[in-house]
T-cell receptor, first 113, second 112 residues
Framework: QQQVKQSPQSLIVQKGGISIINCAYENTAFDYFPWYQQFPGKGPALLIAIRPDVSEKKEGRFTISFNKSAKQFSLHIMDSQPGDSATYFCAASSETSGSRLTFGEGTQLTVNP | DAGITQSPRHKVTETGTPVTLRCHQTENHRYMYWYRQDPGHGLRLIHYSYGVKDTDKGEVSDGYSVSRSKTEDFLLTLESATSSQTSVYFC???????????FGSGTQLSVL
């Protein structure tokens, strides 16, 4: 049972463009929503995370937008760069599950020069 | 990778053989996890540990067992490997509930 649905599976963006990756969840108990970035041959690494008490969080060129009523959250990468080319995973967890995260399927982002 | 070492990095084995993957951390983190990564499925939790000798099942635990006899080591065992267990296995650690996870570099396992 996939509790976090991620789209698109793959995304190609030109350098300088905006990359947008979307996730939808089912479990209303989820209260922590991180995004992980993974480069080939490496393990995922935390990129940015949000809790449902805010609707948006920005760190540099990366922004999470959160819509609690729609049970959706998205990652926006502004001024996308070739170095941003990686696989991105959204995830969600709840207090009752501790740090156990439910991951989305992943989005492979390619930023063309 | 935040003081996490996975071994081996690559392994090829035959169906029916036992396999043990090792995760070693130097961060003294309480929580340790084993995930598998497969195309189209993202990362799925196999087992996790919240302390020495305290472990619990994740969403895809069938066919896997774990042990944690020391804070720094978390072992994942496939008692009798099957082709469906061909995957990339990641160990992760975290210091507290809902604290960010640090992942190792992964083990590529092929079961022929």
């Amino acid at each position: 049972q996939q509790q976090v649905k991620q789209s698109p599976q793959s995304l190609i963006v030109q350098k300088g463009g905006i990359s947008i990756i979307n996730c939808a969840y089912e479990n209303t108990a989820f209260d922590y929503f991180p995004w992980y970035q993974q480069f080939p041959g490496k393990g995922p690494a935390l990129l940015i995370a949000i809790r449902p008490d805010v609707s948006e969080k920005k760190e540099g060129r990366f922004t999470i937008s959160f819509n609690k009523s729609a049970k959706q959250f998205s990652l926006h990468i502004m001024d996308s760069q070739p170095g941003d080319s990686a696989t991105y995973f959204c995830a969600a967890s709840s207090e009752t599950s501790g740090s156990r995260l439910t991951f989305g399927e992943g989005t492979q982002l390619t930023v063309n020069p | 990778d935040a003081g996490i070492t996975q071994s081996p990095r690559h392994k090829v084995t035959e169906t029916g053989t036992p396999v043990t993957l090792r995760c070693h951390q130097t961060e003294n983190h309480r929580y340790m996890y084993w995930y598998r990564q497969d195309p189209g499925h993202g990362l799925r939790l196999i087992h996790y540990s919240y302390g020495v000798k305290d472990t619990d099942k994740g969403e895809v635990s069938d066919g896997y067992s774990v042990s944690r006899s020391k804070t720094e080591d978390f072992l994942l065992t496939l008692e009798s490997a099957t082709s469906s267990q061909t995957s990339v296995y990641f160990c992760a650690i975290s210091g507290a509930l809902n604290e960010k996870l640090f992942f190792g570099s992964g083990t590529q396992l092929s079961v022929l």
